[in-house]
């Protein structure tokens, strides 16, 4: 028989154990946080072509691109969450016949989210046949500047999550191209290419999209973007503007691809840390516009969206508490 104090030491061992798992399966508060933004972007993405018969670049563009994203990388994502969407984005051919609102539409504009939203949806297994996608590519082909850019918001130097401006949507037109790999397109991909090297890094915007473009060091963009982030850790559009969700997120994803270079990874630490301060209860965050401070439905969803791919791509460079 085993003495009372032994006993007592075997259940304070066992307790400990039990709560050494229970520990090990609760989620980190960064997990609840990348959690609650796939829910609400969940009920978010599929709303608005329900209830408005039409297909947005910001539902079915930015925030269903975060979604097929966040499938690829475990999140479980109904099928009818987003199944109207990939229908959309699958067939490049009727994208003229949206029905959206024509003064506030733009179609270039929608040419190179949808097409970005396609690319995701390969990516994430929900569209097998690519020749959608060089179907895509040969759309956001015809809107192509002589210069090699895609002028988007030509009056907004910094863009916005929904507008992108020039130097953002000529990155990720860029980036569709590429993936198309079809033959047309090897001229256009050098000019814009050549663009983007010259486009000089004067805001923010413009630093993180340079290093998503190049993917290596550039001094003078990484430069700016360590003297413009703040002390609670965000980036805003300028380097000496207030933090912003939209261009935290950016900047996030452009030092997601600069993980080894020295002094990165404080810098996304604290920048996963602004964004998640700024998580609403409902899951989303609050609309980054231009000017600051208004409100905005389409910018909303546009920023939770920017900002859950900005988690999912840095969630493994760092570990929080």
């Given amino acids: 028989m085993l003495r009372p104090f032994t006993n007592g030491i075997l259940i304070l061992i066992a307790l400990a154990l039990v709560g050494c798992i229970v520990s090990r399966n609760k989620p980190s508060p960064a997990a609840v946080i990348e959690s609650k933004a796939v829910a609400f972007l969940k009920r978010e993405v599929p709303a608005w072509s329900r209830e408005n018969h039409c297909f947005s670049c910001h539902n079915n563009g930015d925030a269903a691109r975060?979604?097929?994203?966040?499938?690829?990388?475990?999140?479980?994502?109904?099928?009818?969450?987003?199944?109207?969407?990939?229908?959309?984005?699958?067939?490049?051919?009727?994208?003229?016949?949206?029905?959206?609102?024509?003064?506030?539409?733009?179609?270039?504009?929608?040419?190179?989210?949808?097409?970005?939203?396609?690319?995701?949806?390969?990516?994430?297994g929900h569209v097998k046949d690519r020749n959608a996608l060089r179907e895509a590519a040969r759309r956001v082909l015809g809107d192509q500047s002589t210069?090699?850019?895609?002028?988007?918001?030509?009056?907004?130097?910094?863009?916005?999550?929904?507008?992108?401006?020039?130097?953002?949507?000529?990155?990720?037109?860029?980036?569709?191209?590429?993936?198309?790999g079809i033959p047309e397109t090897t001229t256009a991909i050098?000019?814009?290419?050549?663009?983007?090297?010259?486009?000089?890094?004067?805001?923010?915007?413009?630093?993180?999209?340079?290093?998503?473009?190049?993917q290596q060091n550039s001094g003078e963009s990484l430069?700016?973007?360590?003297?413009?982030?703040?002390?609670?850790?965000?980036?805003?559009?300028?380097?000496?503007?207030?933090?912003?969700t939209f261009d935290t997120a950016l900047v996030l994803l452009a030092l997601a691809e600069l993980r080894a270079a020295p002094g990165v990874q404080e810098m996304i630490q604290?920048?996963?840390g602004f964004l998640m301060t700024q998580q609403?209860?409902?899951?989303?965050?609050?609309?980054?516009?231009?000017?600051?401070g208004g409100q905005s439905y389409a910018q909303r969803i546009s920023t939770a969206g920017w900002a859950l791919l900005a988690?999912?791509?840095?969630?493994?460079?760092?570990?929080?508490r």
């Fill in 147 to 180: 210069d090699g850019s895609w002028p988007i918001d030509d009056g907004n130097a910094v863009g916005s999550p929904v507008t992108y401006g020039t130097t953002l949507a000529t990155f990720m037109a860029l980036r569709t191209l590429k993936a198309a």
């Fill in 270 to 272: 604290r920048g996963r």
């Fill in 66 to 124: 975060a979604l097929y994203v966040a499938s690829r990388m475990g999140h479980r994502i109904p099928a009818p969450v987003l199944e109207d969407t990939t229908a959309w984005v699958a067939r490049p051919g009727r994208w003229d016949e949206n029905k959206g609102d024509p003064g506030f539409s733009d179609k270039r504009l929608a040419n190179i989210q949808f097409a970005a939203s396609l690319l995701a949806a390969i990516e994430a």
């Fill in 223 to 244: 430069e700016l973007i360590r003297r413009a982030q703040t002390s609670d850790g965000g980036w805003g559009p300028y380097p000496d503007s207030p933090p912003e």
């Fill in 280 to 292: 609403q209860r409902d899951g989303g965050w609050p609309a980054t516009t231009r000017p600051a």
């Fill in 311 to 320: 988690l999912l791509a840095t969630q493994n460079e760092v570990t929080e």
């Fill in 190 to 214: 050098q000019k814009a290419d050549g663009w983007l090297r010259r486009t000089k890094p004067d805001t923010v915007v413009t630093a993180a999209t340079a290093l998503l473009a190049s």
